[in-house]
């Protein structure tokens, strides 16, 4: 992997690596399948949430929503597969030719219980990649996120720009967030978000000793009430990771987190795509 700002804006792409750098000022189908000629899905009378429980389509009207259809079951062969040998493997889709993307939510300055409400009552999944000096206020905010079959992951104590540091201050901010995620959700996070989306190979070997083997960047990421995209045409394609965060008002200019999600599910459902849970497709090393 490279190891320079150029290279990883690279691999993210214009459009996301221009988002990354303007967050850093306020955060330093159907079971069957379904084929990419889908259109819009315009939403079943009755749906289930990851977990199995019924959605009542009354939920998604509250929330000003069309339901959105269940994701396909998860493959029994995880299509990306993470070893305990070598750097962290870095990755910014997952390999699948169904119409699904995978929501991350970084940081968690924001604690709107109106948002655990709405996740509760959508039981839509996505990925939480928490940041100690964000999460630290409030840890108990995200328990009942997590209790609804989101996953806790790591996003260093205090979001720097990663490549700036050397090697030991790298395994400080990823382990130091490590052991404390572990310790407030009983849980080991097996990916990690760099800030910013930059890193080099030292990132990725810090990463590896304090027992995280993925790196999880992403393709497209939710600002307000828009999508930036690293595809030029504005489209979604399968597998990709989208990036939002824990954000209130004052950083989304007046609006709300539950608000913003509702934006970022109405450009998912628009283009005929659902959200499955991005843990349900990489594999943790044995």
Known sequence: MGTGISAAFGRLGAGACCAALLLAGTAACSASGASEKDGPHKGPENIKGKDGTQVDPSAWKKWGLKPMRP????????????????????????????KIVFVTIDDGAEKDPKFVEMARELRVPFSMFLMND?????????????????????????????????????????????????????????????PYGMYNMATQEAAASCGIHGIALWRESMQIHDMQYDDAGKKLHPGDIILAHFRGPKELKGSTMTQMFAALLKHITKQGYTVARLEDYVRPPA
Do not use: W
Request: proline letters at 12%; one cysteine or more; glycine letters at 4%.
């Open 134 to 194: 964000a999460a630290k206020t409030n840890y108990a905010y995200f328990k009942p996120l997590q209790a609804l079959g989101n996953h806790v992951q790591n996003h260093t104590l205090t979001h720097p720009v990663m490549r700036s540091l050397g090697p030991e201050a790298q395994k400080q901010q990823i382990c130091g967030d490590q052991s404390i995620l572990v310790r407030q959700y009983t849980t080991k996070p097996y990916l990690f978000r760099p």
């Open 71 to 98: 994701a396909p079951p998860a493959p029994a062969d995880k299509p990306i597969k993470l070893s305990k040998k070598g750097p962290a493997k870095v990755f910014n889709t997952v390999p699948t030719k169904e």
